[in-house]
């Protein structure tokens, strides 16, 4: 049963006890840090648990976008980061959308898949447990108002784009694998995770579909004939959507606004990880008096997003060919630099020229979200199918979906709402 509590209103500079809604990343490392430093804080979440909105889905905390390290980041704002399981990759498999298979390689860590859910070993109840140890107080199934709360770290509230996959066991090897390919994974990306046993096909979908599973059977399908040793045994599907948004203030009545609530997003890729922690540490950096945390965004993370959003602009430019040629591109920089991050580095990094298109496109490209009580708040709309999204299901992917029917019907779960 959802408990609705009433909690004593804060004034300007939260002088009292810390109020936050919403006990996934962004919330609870500020908590953390907020108790650490002898304040009393109250996270509350309308779900059960921290990472139940997710339920077993593998994430990636990308490692590229910036010189330093996610986990020596970590370690400086004194988050344990072997309070989790991740597992490295140096190594993934680059799909080209003509099926061509190269090694994207680097000797550092390109990323670290990490397991989101209400397992002791995800990332979620590894953040739980630096909280509670700290001394915050966590209400699960607690209902408040955003006029009663002093962070705002709630997650996505519209809806820019929708990711979903199948997991499965198997007793293939760990794998990585990232694919671009416009008819699986419109506008977007797919992507294959195995991990100890464990496995994840997922597709990401940046325009909006009926029959949306057929992408996923799709997508299941293609993996099946080009990876026949994954021997995959369907057990659930997860999924989940991405809110991308940019605000005039990130702190607004004396409320701070952090992760997926504040918008603070990667519009080309949804890697909303990384930004969801870093903005929870500098909203409690500010509640400490140690920085303002509307500059400090505008420093620190906004130029990333808002690269982010040229990148978005150009993709939803192209297709397959010039994925194409992303991909070649890519393989030629590997070859010459001897590193396979630093094309990808680059496409993330902030320049002159992207700094450009954003001015020219972001305002055109997003819309006012009236609701936003005078935060400013433009979103980037769910953009609408393309004629070419219309295609009718392959034989192997009718069989993939009839599969997975048959799976549901004897208890697998799905935790999104498959329309
Ligand atoms: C399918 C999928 C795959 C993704 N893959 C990646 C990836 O590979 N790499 C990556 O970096 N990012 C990925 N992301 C994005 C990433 O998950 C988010 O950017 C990140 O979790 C945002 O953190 P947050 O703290 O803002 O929100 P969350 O971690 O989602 O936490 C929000 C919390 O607020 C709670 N809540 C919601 N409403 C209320 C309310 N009214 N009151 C109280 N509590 C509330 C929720 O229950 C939840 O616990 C993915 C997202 C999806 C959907």
């Known amino acids: 049963m959802l408990q609705t509590i009433n909690v004593p209103k804060q004034g300007m500079g939260v002088e009292g006890p810390v109020q936050i ?21 109250h996270v509350h979440d309308i779900r ?25 980041q970590l370690k400086e704002w004194g988050i344990d980061s072997s309070e989790f399981k991740s597992t490295e990759f140096s190594v993934v498999d680059l799909i080209h959308p003509d099926d061509e298979i190269s090694k994207a390689k680097t000797d550092g860590v390109a990323y670290r898949i990490v397991e989101r859910g209400t397992s002791e070993h995800t990332i979620d109840q590894g953040f739980k447990r630096m909280a509670l140890a700290a001394g915050v107080n966590i209400h699960y199934k607690s209902r408040v108002q955003v006029e009663d709360c002093d962070i705002i770290a709630c997650g996505p509230k519209g809806t820019s784009a929708v990711a979903y996959g199948e997991i499965f066991t198997t007793k293939h090897e760990n794998l990585i694998t990232f694919q671009l390919n ?7 990306y797919s992507y294959m995770i195995i991990i100890d046993g464990v496995g994840l096909i997922c597709t990401c979908l940046w325009r909006k579909q009926s029959k949306s599973d057929r992408f996923l059977n799709e997508t299941i399908a293609w993996y099946e004939e080009h990876y026949p040793d994954v021997d995959r045994q369907p057990v659930k599907r997860v999924g989940g959507k991405g809110d991308f948004t940019i605000n005039s203030n990130y702190k607004s009545d004396g409320r701070y606004y952090v992760g997926e609530s504040g918008g ?40 990333y997003v808002r690269t982010s959003v040229a990148n978005r602009f150009l993709m939803n430019r192209v297709g397959d060919k010039m994925f194409k040629r992303m991909c070649k591109q890519w393989m030629r920089n590997q070859k010459r630099k001897g590193d396979g991050l630093a094309w990808i580095s680059r496409l993330f990094s902030p320049t002159i020229a992207k700094r450009v298109i954003y001015r020219l496109v972001n305002r055109f490209m997003l819309e006012k979200d009236e609701k936003a009580l005078g935060r400013g708040v433009r979103r980037m709309p769910f953009r609408k199918a393309l004629k070419r999204d219309v295609w009718e299901p392959s034989p192997a992917a009718v069989a993939v979906g009839e599969r997975w029917d048959a799976v549901r019907r004897s208890g697998g779960n799905t935790s999104f709402d498959e329309e």
């Open 182 to 188: 416009d008819k699986l994974a419109p506008g977007a």
């Open 48 to 72: 059960n648990d921290s990472g139940a909105r997710f339920d077993g889905d593998f994430q990636a905390l990308e490692n590229w976008s910036l010189g330093i390290d996610f986990f020596d």
């Open 21 to 41: 809604m919403g006990a996934g990343l962004s919330g609870l490392a500020a908590a953390t840090l907020l108790a650490r430093a002898g304040r009393e804080v």
């Open 264 to 303: 603070l997003q990667d519009f080309m890729w949804g890697f909303g990880m990384r930004m969801a922690v870093w903005s929870g540490v500098l909203a409690a950096k500010d509640i400490l008096g140690e920085c303002d945390y509307d500059k400090e965004v505008r420093k620190q993370l906004l130029p």
